[in-house]
């Protein structure tokens, strides 16, 4: 395969204004085709630091093409080098203006760039090599400005290359985000791209701030496609991911997915699998072997169980694949069509049922509905996913292990008392602990009791139609609380004041606060 030297960035308004001006720089001239043009030539910055002057778009003669159903598309091509545990990455984003008004910048949510040392922007190039000003790079946002709006309509398309030095989660202050970086058995891709922050209007855009309690990620339903290279690559090598998956040759892959908020995916020549089709999904586990292969029986098992379950009181998965992967980091992530189990829950497993690794299973599976299927805003009101995630497991203990029921209410929540609102956001609060107590737990109160006033019928129906109503969408708590209808909103009013800070939900703004 052709070796990337250079990732050269390419942003091309499609069709929505004029030519450049004419005081433009002259463009630089290239003698060699852009794979053949050493990085050194182009500017670079160091992670977290402020980008040298970028690149001029130029315009195309097309006009507003339609870019499908999907407003956003990503088109990556991934350079892994097995040996460095580094990733160049040349990454296309198309990205359609479905707002009322133009746009004059583009910015993305730089997840990478949360921790130290790890994105290296390259650059940004039109295909002229003309260079653009402008581009700024500060912590997990970069702004990229337009010289020329993108109206209603319109599609603007974006090349960006930068590089990934993944991060030793075995060293502790990495460990917390281990579906980023290695280990000794594996390299973990998770929140590795650099995404389309949310537009909220009037020229502005919204990117959670850091912090380390939780996550802070907004992800938009996006169709992707990834070609995948690994250079040195170990043999036996397996790649744990999502999606249509063609290999192309030894070293080369290719992946697909549709409506997917993220992709990620797990490499590592120790991988075993084990599989079940049900209801025309194909269920993978990719485990680290042990002397006991119980507990990924297990694993599977319970994967299988809360698939089925979750598809028939919450409404269809969207996928042909659904792929657990076990985790060398703690507890456990959810992504599109892919969740980490941590490998502490396999370790630990002492053969029953009612274990940590029974319920994280389930937890990371409910995910695929509360945020594959229905986003919110982890930062500011995680608690539209968290807490339906965690009563979800007491659902699959009513199912199928209901001699387990009380003991899972003892062992999950009940030991763990909060008095603090369930709609706190991440940001009030310090350690984790906390946290969980009264966002996931207190939270599974708060749901509980709404079944428990509406009764089984009105409360499934409420859930399907919220996934119904709300698939593919950044859900709100007006969302939420408005998929009830105003009777049922009206009955639940005692307990919304009982765990809400906010419990006027409806009479406050018509959408969340990003901001």
Not at 82 to 105: A, F, G, L, M
Request: proline share 7%; charged share 20%.
């Amino acid at each position: 395969m052709v070796k990337w030297v250079l990732w050269v960035l390419l942003l091309v308004l499609a069709g929505c204004g004029s030519a450049i001006a004419t005081d433009a720089p002259p463009p630089v001239v290239i003698t060699a085709t852009p794979i053949q043009i050493a990085i050194a030539q182009f500017p670079t910055t160091t992670p977290g630091g402020e980008i040298p002057p970028t690149a001029f778009l130029t315009n195309t003669p097309e006009a507003c093409a339609v870019n499908g159903d999907s407003q956003v598309i990503y088109d990556v091509k991934a350079d892994l080098d097995w040996v460095d545990k580094s990733v160049e990455i040349e990454q296309t984003i198309h990205y359609r203006n479905d707002d009322d008004e133009p746009i004059n910048k583009i910015v993305f949510h730089a997840e990478p760039n949360r921790i130290e040392g790890v994105l290296s922007l390259h650059g940004v190039l039109n295909d002229g090599g003309t260079i653009m000003p402008g581009a700024d790079l500060a912590e997990n946002r970069l702004t990229i400005p337009l010289p020329d709006p993108l109206r209603p309509g319109c599609v603007q398309t974006i090349k960006l290359a930068y590089r990934l030095q993944l991060p030793d989660i075995n060293i502790p202050e990495n460990g917390r985000f281990g579906y980023l970086g290695y280990s000794d058995v594996q390299v973990n891709l998770g929140q590795w791209l650099v995404t389309m922050a949310v537009y909220t209007g009037s020229d502005e855009w919204y990117i959670p701030q850091i912090t380390n309690i939780g996550e802070q990620t907004i992800p938009q339903s996006a169709d992707y496609t990834l070609n995948l290279a690994v250079k040195n690559p170990p043999p036996g090598l397996q790649i744990a991911a999502p999606g249509k998956q063609t290999r192309l040759a030894d070293d080369q892959w290719q992946f697909e997915i549709e409506a997917a908020r993220d992709f990620a995916l797990s490499l590592s020549d120790r991988f075993q699998t084990l599989n079940q089709s049900v209801e025309g999904t194909v269920i993978e586990l990719y485990f680290i072997p042990d002397e006991d292969v119980r507990a990924p029986s297990l694993a599977l098992q319970s994967t299988v169980r809360a698939f089925v379950l979750f598809s028939q009181l919450f409404g269809p998965y969207p996928y042909e694949r659904l792929v657990i992967v076990e985790g060398d980091f703690p507890d456990g992530m959810e992504f599109s069509g892919l969740a980490f189990v941590s490998e502490a829950w396999f370790r630990v497993w002492q053969g029953t049922d009612n274990e940590w690794l029974t319920i994280i299973t389930v937890h990371e599976v409910a995910h695929q509905w509360w945020y594959l299927q229905v986003g919110n805003d982890q930062a500011n009101v995680p608690y539209l996913d968290e807490a339906l995630a965690t009563y979800s497991e007491l659902l699959y203990f009513e199912s199928y292990l209901p001699q387990y029921v009380e003991w899972w209410w003892q062992f999950r929540i009940n030991q763990y008392d909060s008095q603090l609102p369930v709609d706190s956001k991440v940001y009030n609060f310090d350690a984790a602990r906390p946290y969980i107590n009264a966002v996931y737990l207190r939270g599974v109160k708060m749901v509980d009791d709404i079944r428990t006033t509406l009764g089984d019928e009105a409360f499934f129906a409420w859930l399907q139609r919220y996934v119904a109503e709300q698939n593919g969408q950044i859900a709100s708590p007006q969302d939420f609380w408005g998929t009830f209808s105003r009777e049922e909103y009206d009955t639940l009013s005692s307990i919304r004041e009982t765990y809400l800070q906010s419990p006027d939900v409806l009479l406050g703004q018509s959408a969340q606060e990003l901001e």
